[in-house]
Nanobody, 124 residues
């Protein structure tokens, strides 16, 4: 079992920044990937960004490249998402995900464990 706890969400004005964190505990050893997804109101959960366990492979949703930066700490147990130049379209619940896979994926089915989510609200 892997337990994920997100933090760092909140209310920010357009153009502002937020940094989300996700702490993983439990059976986190071995090859794995961590990622951020978000779910906008009335929409399905979508891939935001992910990083492989050694941090050498990163992937981003095309529309978010250049504004969002994903990273993991050296031990690989904490995932971060730096979000800059936020707009109201970024308002969503952001979820951390953990998957014991050899390759980094973008589908929700590529991940086995999920955090409870953290709300990000960007005001206009």
């Amino acid at each position: 079992q892997v337990h994920l706890v997100e933090s760092g969400g909140g209310l920010v004005q357009t153009g502002g920044s937020l940094r989300l964190s996700c702490a993983a505990s439990g059976r986190t050893f071995g090859s794995n990937n961590m990622a951020w997804f978000r779910q906008l109101p009335g929409q399905e959960r979508e891939f935001v960004a992910g990083v492989a366990w050694r941090g050498n492979v990163r992937d981003y949703a095309e529309a978010l490249k250049g504004r969002f930066t994903v990273s993991r700490d050296n031990r690989g147990n904490t995932l971060y998402l730096q979000m800059n130049s936020l707009t109201p379209d970024d308002t969503a619940v952001y979820f951390c995900a953990f998957g014991a896979r050899l390759t980094l994926g973008r589908r929700t089915t590529d991940y086995d464990y999920w955090g409870q989510g953290t709300q990000v609200t960007v005001s206009s």
